[in-house]
């Protein structure tokens, strides 16, 4: 019977992020950095107005959009905080989590043999909704520009069956992002060739030395850019599962029949939360940004004395570590690291052939995890 399985489900694996953290998780003495998962609890006012929406039994289905009151609320954020004009009755759509916003958006504006652009290496999420909609996943690779995506790269990698491109930034698993000048530069690209942009935004929240800029401020591809963003970096609300799609009306209206048929609507529950994440808790992730700022600081003095470090993230709360040196792949010397120095990274290789010869360090953990984590790879590292 496994025959007659879907030839698109079948020819797509597990996560290389999942299949380490997995193949590590039930090894108690295993310190884990490999995980993209905020370490801190989701403050106590968004916890307290989501027991208070199971109280009030607000525990049914849903506009399939979500609440009108989250969407005013993303719309009124991202106007202040981004400067982007998205209107809450027509522009907005609710999801369920990041994920199934990009599976949505993939499946609405991708048909069979279409080709969507992706940075690599790049989070390995997005390739498999790429073939599960029929399309053809198309890497540029960007190790030679500092792991950024650029318009001249993009102008190179299009032919006549693109469709889409794809730039998530700040980026996981490198921690870069793009300026506003690289980013008009992709803009017009996009115009030119009047391709559909999928901006993953989620990590917007925690830039560090600037601010994040949104593709969707320029008003001449309005049509053309999807942005995805949500909760889960920036209020530790991973498990809510809420992200959000920003597009335009005329967009929005084919991306919601695809998420009608697919979740109905997200969790009401959950939204309830998001909801008081968004209208009152736009401060709660600066000290989580502070914190990660510090760490990332401390990570990368640590690297630098190994002589691992190459760059520091902008972004996020990843560290993409050049192993290329030690002379073994990635997944040898991540493997190595698990059995000689009881610590797992990502082996950079799950993240594309681009992200081969590096490794992923989370550092969404304490100081004392990562300091003890570091300390065991620089007991390896040495010995080389």
């Not at 593709?215 to 959000?244: A, C, L, P, W």
Request: some cysteine; proline content about 4%.
């Amino acid at each position: 019977m496994e025959a007659s399985i879907n030839r698109k489900v079948k020819d797509i694996e597990i996560s290389g992020i999942r299949k380490f953290f997995n193949m590590v998780a039930d090894k108690s003495d295993i310190l884990s950095l490999t995980i993209g998962q905020p370490d801190f609890p989701t403050p106590e006012h968004v916890k307290a107005k989501t027991k208070e929406a199971i109280d009030h039994n607000k525990t049914t289905y849903t506009h399939n959009a979500g609440i009108l009151p989250l969407r005013q609320a993303i719309s009124s954020f991202v106007k202040k905080r981004y400067q982007l004009e998205y209107n809450a009755n027509e522009e907005v759509i609710v999801t369920a989590g990041a994920s199934q916003a990009i599976d949505v958006c993939l499946r609405t504006i991708v048909e069979n043999g279409d080709e969507v652009i992706l940075p690599g290496p790049v989070y390995p999420g997005y390739e498999p909704l790429v073939k599960l909609a029929g399309g053809v996943p198309r890497y540029v690779d960007t190790r030679a520009t500092q792991f950024k995506m650029t318009a001249e790269a993009i102008e190179n990698a299009i032919t006549d069956k693109t469709k889409a491109i794809i730039i998530p930034y700040p980026s996981n698993p490198t921690g870069v992002t793009l300026t506003e000048k690289e980013l008009g530069d992709i803009a017009a690209v996009i115009k030119k060739h009047q391709l559909f942009m999928i901006a993953d935004e989620i990590y917007s929240e925690l830039v560090y030395e600037t601010s994040h800029f949104s593709i969707g401020r320029f008003e001449e591809i309005r049509d053309q850019v999807i942005i995805i963003n949500g909760v889960s970096k920036s209020h530790s609300m991973t498990g809510y599962r809420i992200g959000y799609i920003l597009a335009a009306d005329w967009l929005c209206k084919h991306m919601l029949k695809v998420h009608q048929y697919n979740v109905s609507c997200a969790s009401s529950i959950s939204q309830y939360g998001a909801l008081e994440a968004i209208q009152n808790g736009m401060n709660d992730p600066v000290e989580m940004k502070k914190t990660y700022q510090k760490r990332r600081d401390y990570v990368y003095h640590r690297l630098k004395s190994m002589n691992l470090a190459s760059y520091k993230p902008e972004g996020g709360f990843y560290y993409f570590i050049d192993i290329r040196h030690l002379g073994s792949t990635s997944f040898e010397v991540a493997l190595r690291l698990v059995e000689e120095a009881k610590v797992a990274l990502v082996p950079g290789s799950a993240f594309s052939e681009y992200g081969e010869g590096y490794l992923r360090l989370s550092y969404a953990y304490d100081m004392d995890t990562l300091e003890e984590g570091l300390n065991r790879i620089e007991r390896i590292i040495t010995r080389q």
